[in-house]
C-alpha cells in the first residue's frame, strides 16, 4: 500500500468561488468550504450585482459557511449598460491569482431545462484557471 499524496492541495491552494444566491451557488461553496477542510484551500467568496442586497447575500454565506473555515467576501457592484456579471467575474480573475473556480452550472435562471447557464458557460470557457461546476 502506498503513502497517500497531497497533489490536490497544490491544484487548489486558493479557491474563488463566485455567489449568485441559487442553490446551485452555495453548493459550490459548500465543495470550497470541504477543499479547505480537507486541504487548507483559501476561499474568495464574491457577489456580482447591479444593485445589491449586502447584508442578505453576507449572511446567507456566513450560514453556509457556519464558522467552518475562514473565508474572504466581496461584493462587486457594476453598470449591465458598460459590462456583464461573467465579464466582471473574469476581470477579477485576472486581476488576482486564482488556481481554481467553483461555480454552480445553472443560477437563478428561470428555465428548468438548461443544464447550463451563460455565466458559467463563459467562465468555463474564458477563465484562464481550473473551473469547477457543482450542479
Not at 49 to 60: R, S
Request: overall charge negative; proline content about 2%; charged content about 25%.
Amino acid at each position: 500500500m502506498t503513502e497517500p499524496t497531497y497533489t490536490v492541495s497544490f491544484w487548489l491552494r486558493k479557491i474563488l468561488v463566485p455567489i449568485d444566491g441559487s442553490e446551485n451557488s452555495f453548493r459550490a461553496l459548500d465543495l470550497a468550504i470541504d477543499f479547505a477542510m480537507r486541504y487548507g484551500s483559501q476561499i474568495s467568496v464574491i457577489h456580482v450585482c447591479e444593485e445589491c442586497n449586502e447584508q442578505a447575500i453576507k449572511e446567507k454565506v456566513e450560514k453556509r459557511v457556519n464558522g467552518r473555515v475562514d473565508y474572504e467576501f466581496k461584493i462587486i457592484k457594476y453598470s449591465s449598460k458598460e459590462s456583464s456579471i461573467s465579464n466582471e467575474i473574469l476581470r477579477f480573475l485576472s486581476e488576482n491569482s486564482y488556481d481554481a473556480v467553483i461555480l454552480g452550472a445553472r443560477g437563478l435562471s428561470i428555465n428548468s431545462d438548461i443544464n447550463i447557464g451563460s455565466i458559467a458557460l463563459s467562465i468555463s470557457v474564458n477563465a484562464p484557471t481550473t473551473v469547477i461546476l457543482v450542479r
